[in-house]
């Protein structure tokens, strides 16, 4: 794994909050060791844990969203073939930075005994399996596939949604349209621009693009998503969405200037 953590903190005001939040912000674990995370999420305290995506790796390279999406063959041909030579240098070379199963679970378990913890799902998650639903149910996180539930944390109520990477764009409106203050798990920043502003959504959190792996001038280079220089690759933007850089590194190529990240949010009444 690469070099010690972060904690990032950004502050959003909004006037549909009575009271401050904490909410801090995990995402892109993918299966690597949480443990670090837990105890930053320990030291932090907040109100409510959200994850926004690909904390597990229950997906097929044919189900990957970048890949079969792409109608450019060379494109397609090239990221396909950067994908198995990566996982073939992180298998040989990366012997401690290897997905596993063990080290989601315990995330998931773990998390909920700090805070509240909601869930939605990335690009990675596309197949899980029955002992997965059964470990994040037993664990008492909630898990919103396109879906959204109402939760009242530090004296205030939530309506939180989380939108997958099979978007359901009907459940989208309808949960916009419900009163209070919305928050939104969505993995992929690259729906923010097409999808989110339709809707009266006030935060939505993503990751995906991890930070742009390498940053330049302040600036991520490369997401699979979203390709060079990507517009969301990590921050707050326009004060209605935030991007996490993510708590692992899934590549052989280590991270430059961009270090993994737990992200807080200090959610506060604008009077």
């Excluded at 892109?28 to 995506?53: M, W, Y």
Aim: glycine share 8%; aromatic share 8%.
């Amino acid at each position: 794994m690469s070099k010690k953590a972060v904690i990032t903190e950004y502050t959003v005001k909004s006037s549909k909050l009575d009271k401050p939040l904490t909410i801090a912000h995990v995402s892109d674990l993918h299966e690597r060791n949480g443990d670090e995370f837990l105890e930053l999420l320990r030291q932090v305290k907040p109100d409510l844990i959200a994850v926004s995506g690909d904390t597990l790796e229950r997906y097929h390279i044919a189900e990957n969203t970048v890949i079969s999406k792409s109608n450019n063959f060379l494109r397609k041909a090239i990221i396909e073939a950067a994908y198995y030579v990566n996982w073939f240098f992180v298998f040989v070379l990366g012997r401690h930075n290897r997905p596993d199963i063990k080290n989601a679970y315990r995330f998931i378990k773990g998390a909920p005994e700090i805070a509240p913890t909601v869930m939605s799902l990335g690009n990675h998650e596309g197949k899980l399996e029955d002992e997965d639903h059964a470990v994040i149910r037993e664990s008492g996180a909630v898990l919103l596939d396109n879906a959204d539930t109402q939760l009242t944390v530090g004296g205030c109520k939530l309506l939180i949604g989380g939108l997958s990477s099979v978007p359901d764009t009907d459940w989208l409106q309808s949960f916009s349209e419900k009163h209070g203050f919305k928050l939104l798990l969505c993995h992929h920043p690259e729906y923010f621009d097409k999808i989110v502003p339709k809707n009266d959504i006030d935060l939505t959190l993503s990751g995906h693009n991890h930070g742009g792996q390498i940053r330049l001038f302040g600036k991520g280079l490369f997401s699979s998503g979203s390709g060079l220089f990507p517009k969301y690759d990590g921050g707050l933007f326009e004060d209605r969405i935030v991007v996490s850089a993510g708590c692992s590194n899934t590549v052989a190529m280590p991270r430059f200037k961009n270090p993994r990240e737990l992200v807080v949010i200090r959610l506060t009444p604008d009077s």
